[in-house]
Nanobody, 127 residues
């Protein structure tokens, strides 16, 4: 059974930082592309960042580029999202997702390429 468990969310003031983690089990993590998405109240789920299974390709949404860093530790089956200079508009539930098909992906921003999703971690940024 595949499980993706996010952690590290919380309440932070604007300008602060948080590091989210997503621990994966039940799948071949080192062969999985990983993505981070977020969903704010009343809004659709949106792409934040993605990383290829090898880590050689990384993609960010324009809204977080320069403020967020996605990384992975295959030895720990974990993907991370370091978020800096947080803004109130970053407030959302953050989800990690896994694509274990080893297919070439032109972009990691399409949620339909991911087969597995975590339950999410709440990030709240106060002004």
């Amino acid at each position: 059974q595949v499980q993706l468990v996010e952690s590290g969310g919380g309440l932070v003031q604007a300008g602060g930082s948080l590091k989210l983690s997503c621990a994966a089990s039940g799948l071949s993590f080192r062969r999985s592309a990983m993505g981070w998405f977020r969903q704010a109240p009343g809004k659709e789920r949106e792409f934040v960042a993605g990383i290829s299974w090898s880590g050689s390709t990384i993609e960010y949404a324009d809204s977080v580029k320069g403020r967020c860093t996605i990384s992975r530790d295959n030895a720990r089956n974990t993907v991370y999202l370091q978020m800096n200079s947080l803004k109130p508009e970053d407030t959302a539930i953050y989800f990690c997702a896994a694509d274990d098909t080893l297919r070439y992906r032109a972009t990691y921003s399409n949620p339909s390429i991911y087969d597995y999703w975590g339950q999410g971690s709440q990030v709240t940024v106060s002004s």
